[in-house]
């Protein structure tokens, strides 16, 4: 599949289960004071058509999606859906798979699917096969709900919040056999959960709900360790990474972060929104950003400035 259609179809998958997409009237850069209104000539519409093309559609409330090669596999309550995303316009549901808890996120790496699954901790799936999904080893946590996941190399990264809510951390489980994954290290947030994480080189990047961004040292997975945090105003609840750019999704707004030294995060822009931000993906210098209950958000960084990309801007 050609990276346009991957994209295509990645872009499809994030708005599938969403009533609708929002929009906001029209976006400045920080600290511009009153957004300028849209070109008279110019309707809403219109500039959402100039952008986006509906090239199809599978599906109902779908929370997790990721994609490899000609297929997408969608977290959709308690089931994983496996899809043939080869021609973006006729998706193709190829297999299934119901996990014991609710597929919160989904990771995969070679043959496996690697679902966070909530209060049923990490579930391994074995994927070779499209069409006969099947479960080959798991990971119930001591406590708390697993509600992300990364995969690099031999290990599982699970972001986690305790049963009661108030508490969360990030969990390394080693994967090397997927038959019995094993808890192997773990660090507490200090914060009241973790909602997402991504990894990348020797760190793990932690949206942490009441700490924010929480970025740890796992050059030695079994023992990861604190090497910052960023704090600021809302709840954050998804994290990307495209270089040395951290994105957070939250509350109220969408923050963008200088990580280029893990030891010194700092916020360089935001773009507010009155939506609650869950989910944020990056690609092709576009960014995802997900609402909790106003569909999806395109949006593009150029640096100091955040834009929609909706409208024409010099």
């Known amino acids: 599949m050609s990276s346009e259609t991957r994209n295509a179809v990645l872009s499809c998958l994030l708005i599938c289960g969403l009533l609708a997409i929002s929009v ?76 014991p808890g609710s597929a919160r996120d989904v990771a995969v790496a070679g043959s496996y699917a690697y679902v966070a699954d909530f209060d049923r901790g990490l579930r391994v799936i074995d994927i070779s096969d499209p069409a006969a999904p099947v479960e080959v080893g798991f990971y119930d946590p001591p406590a708390g709900e697993s509600l992300s996941v990364a995969v690099v190399g031999d290990y599982a990264y699970l972001a986690d919040i305790t049963a009661t809510g108030v508490g969360g951390g990030l969990r390394v489980v080693d994967i090397s056999n997927p038959a019995a994954p094993t808890e192997v290290g773990y660090h507490s947030t200090l914060c009241r959960a973790a909602k997402d994480v991504v990894v990348a080189g020797n760190y793990a990047y932690v949206a942490a709900t009441g700490c924010h961004l929480v970025i740890l040292d796992i050059s030695e997975p079994t023992s990861p360790t604190l090497t910052s945090m960023l704090y600021k105003s809302g709840m954050d609840h998804g994290v990307a990474l495209d270089g040395s750019i951290a994105y957070l999704a939250g509350s109220n707004g969408l923050s963008v972060v200088d990580v280029s030294d893990p030891a010194a995060p700092k916020q360089v822009d935001f773009y507010p929104t009155t939506a609650w931000l869950q989910r944020v993906a990056v690609s092709d210098d576009y960014i995802y950003a997900t609402a909790e209950f106003d569909g999806l958000f395109i949006l593009q960084y150029l640096p100091h400035s955040i834009y929609l990309p909706m409208l024409a801007r010099n």
């Open 24 to 99: 906001p009237v029209a976006s400045a850069p920080l600290g511009s004071g009153e957004p300028p209104p849209f070109p008279a000539d110019l309707a809403l519409t219109t500039a959402v058509a100039r952008n986006m093309e509906y090239v199809g559609q599978i599906g109902g409330t779908t929370v997790a999606v990721a994609v490899s090669g000609d297929y997408a596999y969608l977290g959709e309550g308690p089931r994983l859906i496996i899809l043939d995303v080869s021609d973006p316009a006729a998706i193709t549901e190829l297999g299934f798979y119901d996990t």
